[in-house]
């Protein structure tokens, strides 16, 4: 076996745990968004503008899946083996992922919002072929061209302090790191984060005036805060102190937590919705799609 160096400020059990961590993580989100793609693309009754969203957002969810597994597999090595491209790729891939992801969660939100039997406020509109693949398009393009403005000098990607995963290097904390950060979070967590908040607190009130609630609105904001939300701080911390007086394991940790997002987004967006849910047992089970009972607003 080849000699390595381990990371400074973690041991034999850290790589293991985190690199286990990592790939339970992974496998299970790959799985679940996974039997939502195909469901998706298997079963003709599911596509419709509104479940495109979903099946795009299940899509940068398994992207983002692969990031973690290479990260656990180079963590049971114990060190990164594909070299300084590799892990720029690495990087990119995995931006792009997440920026994608938290763009269509946004969408998926203002869809609802649309939904007649959702929101207060529909208008017997209903989201057609051409806007759902508009926004998907548009979505898909910023998040690359964000995902590759740090290869154009705006930014570094480097590795993460275990040296086994790579995403934007944020112990620089140099101008273009800041800037760049906070060009981030105002459009990939705040926008999003307030998209979402007012999108749901209609279909709350919506819901509160029929006396049926059809799914808990607060929950999809609060899993996006509490999955991304500490991993964000301590961006924003890196901004403004030397975020390398921060615990080396703590540093881990945060992007490992963020990580676990596409399983709660399957469990949410595919799982948790009624029709999705119903093309996902037609696909599993052949049985076909039963449609929900949708109680109508007075």
């Excluded at 080849?2 to 973690?10: D, N, R, S, V």
């Excluded at 996902?280 to 949708?294: A, C, N, R, S, Y």
Aim: proline share 4%.
């Amino acid at each position: 076996m080849a000699a390595y160096t381990l990371p400074e400020g973690f041991t034999e059990f850290d790589m293991f745990a985190f690199g286990s961590a990592l790939l339970v993580g992974g496998v299970l989100g790959f799985f679940l968004n996974g039997v939502s793609i195909l469901s998706f693309l298997r079963v003709r009754e599911m596509r419709n503008p509104s479940s495109f969203l979903v099946f795009n957002l299940a899509v940068a969810d398994l992207s983002l899946n692969i990031s973690g597994l290479t990260a656990a597999y180079a963590s049971y090595l114990r060190y990164w083996p594909f070299g300084q491209d590799g892990c720029t790729y690495h990087a990119f891939h995995g931006m792009t992922s997440i920026l994608a992801s938290i763009s269509f969660i946004a969408a998926v939100a203002w869809d609802r919002y649309h939904h007649p039997s959702y929101s207060q406020y529909y208008t017997n509109s209903k989201l057609f072929w051409t806007t759902s693949i508009t926004i998907s398009s548009i979505i898909w393009i910023l998040a690359i061209f964000w995902s590759a403005v740090p290869l154009m000098g705006w930014g570094v990607y480097d590795f993460e302090p275990m040296r086994t995963c790579c995403t934007l290097d944020y112990t620089r904390g140099d101008r273009d790191y800041i800037t760049y950060m906070l060009s981030l979070v105002v459009l990939y967590l705040l926008f999003p984060a307030y998209t979402m908040f007012s999108c749901y607190d209609s279909i709350y009130k919506h819901f509160k005036k029929i006396h049926h609630h059809r799914f808990n609105t607060s929950l999809p904001l609060r899993v996006l805060l509490m999955c991304w939300g500490p991993y964000v701080i301590m961006c924003l911390y890196a901004c403004f102190d030397n975020v390398k007086l921060v615990s080396p394991k703590l540093r881990m940790m945060l992007p490992v937590i963020a990580k676990t997002n596409p399983i709660f987004n399957a469990l949410l967006y595919s799982f948790g919705n009624e029709f999705y849910r119903g093309g996902v047992w037609h696909f599993l089970t052949g049985q076909k799609i039963v449609e929900p009972d949708i109680k109508k607003s007075k």
